[in-house]
């Protein structure tokens, strides 16, 4: 017989590791199932600044780092699987999982939302070293240089316009010459004298893997085919977000992006009533904040609801 966990946690980023403190503080002995990215969208940035209480800053592996340490400090335990399928139908829920079958009374659901990437290997090798999905967050880095933004959306046009605080000059290349933004947002970022359109551009390279930071784009213009150099020092994607939700569908309400909808900020419902003892928290149900602290705040909601609904049943 599969012993029955009174805490499962889907996903180790921020939101899943603050659940796993206060569960485990709470004496919930929860696991945490690491999932794909362990650690989060955190553990590929570099230093953090805006987390509360690092005065100077901290590497984000390093801050994943110490969540998971004084979430084992209370008892929480960590596995490196994912899950696979569950049914949310019957109660305690059995997950199907890499590592095996977990039955569990809740489910915290903290699987995060990974960014969207071009697929590039130059791209991928150059992450963290002038390649990021999260102005926010390595804006920073970038004040007086010349830098890229891909996309054609609001996020873009939002990092665009959030990064000429810093850069010299943003490019923003998009694929197209129409736009998803909103209006206001793309005529905000047209007007903008720091920002230069390339529409009907596709990112080829990154240029400067071997230097290990980013020297350059080359990019081709797809109504001449012309390929040409951009040099600049950074390159942010801003071609949205996928929430790693999929594995809910047809058993939770989730949005027409796939983002987890929720009632009172964690509460997760399928046709419009609450799921009993599973919750949503952090980027997998947020398309709005997705800032490590708010994703945090979240964990932390969705460990005091599962405590409440464990004590009204009797645990
Ligand atoms: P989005 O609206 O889906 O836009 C993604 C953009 O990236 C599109 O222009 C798309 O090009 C482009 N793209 C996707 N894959 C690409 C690829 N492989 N190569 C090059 N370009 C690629 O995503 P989003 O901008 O993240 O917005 C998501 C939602 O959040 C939207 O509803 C948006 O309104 C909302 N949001 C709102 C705000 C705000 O109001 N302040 C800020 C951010 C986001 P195509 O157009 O050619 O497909």
Redesign the pocket.
Known sequence: MTETRDTVILGSGCAGLTAAIYTARAGLNPLVLEGHEPGGQLSITTLVENFPGWPDGIQGPELIANMKQQAERFGATFQLAHLSAVDLGIHPYKLQTSAGEICTRTLIVASGASA?W??LPSEQALIGHGVSSCATCDGFFFRGKEIAV???????M?EALFLTRFASKVTLI???D?????KI?LERAMAHPNIELRTNT?VEEVLGVEEQEVKGLSVRDVMTGNVTTIPLSGLFL????EPNARMFAGQMDLDE?GYIRTKDNVLTTHNGKVVPGVFACGDVQD?RYRQAITAAGSGCMAALEAEKFLEGHGR
């Open positions: 969207r071009l697929g891909v996309g054609g959306g609001d996020s873009a939002e998009h694929r197209r129409a736009f998803r933004a909103s947002m596709i801003g071609i949205g977000h992006d398309r």
